[in-house]
């Protein structure tokens, strides 16, 4: 499996945790939510899933949902007369995935590899306008 497979496993967690936005508050209730989410992905992937490529799907959704309000306030800040719930949901975890693995994320990528690979994903699962609004964000919040 190819790191974008990956990302795209990641985006669809991230997308359904978005959408569902289940508040749950009991001890170790949004962890199972994430896990439940990403499994539900996977089993997609009928069995193509490596346990390396597992732990990165992981890492990006735990890590985007554990930084996300500081995700948020980059994204916010980056976007100039868009805000954040206007964004379609697609581009807006898109761009938050993105943002995680360029701001947050310890093992560094090069930023125009991350920046391709957000704009290649909103290509594919967003509107005509997705790729370019994306490129935009990231540009903006790497400039920041």
Partial sequence: MSRRQARELALQALFQLDFNQSENTEPGGQQAARLAVIDAAAAEMEG???SRDRQ???????GTMDSLQEIDRLITAASRDWKLSRMAGVDR???RMAV???E???E???PNIIINEAVELAKKYGTDDSG???NGILGAVMRK
């Fill in 132 to 134: 370019r609004f994306v």
């Fill in 48 to 50: 193509r899933l490596g």
């Fill in 108 to 110: 560094k990528v090069t």
């Fill in 93 to 95: 975890n898109i761009t």
């Fill in 100 to 102: 995680y693995e360029l």
């Fill in 104 to 106: 947050f994320r310890e």
């Fill in 56 to 62: 990165f799907v992981e890492e990006l959704v735990n």
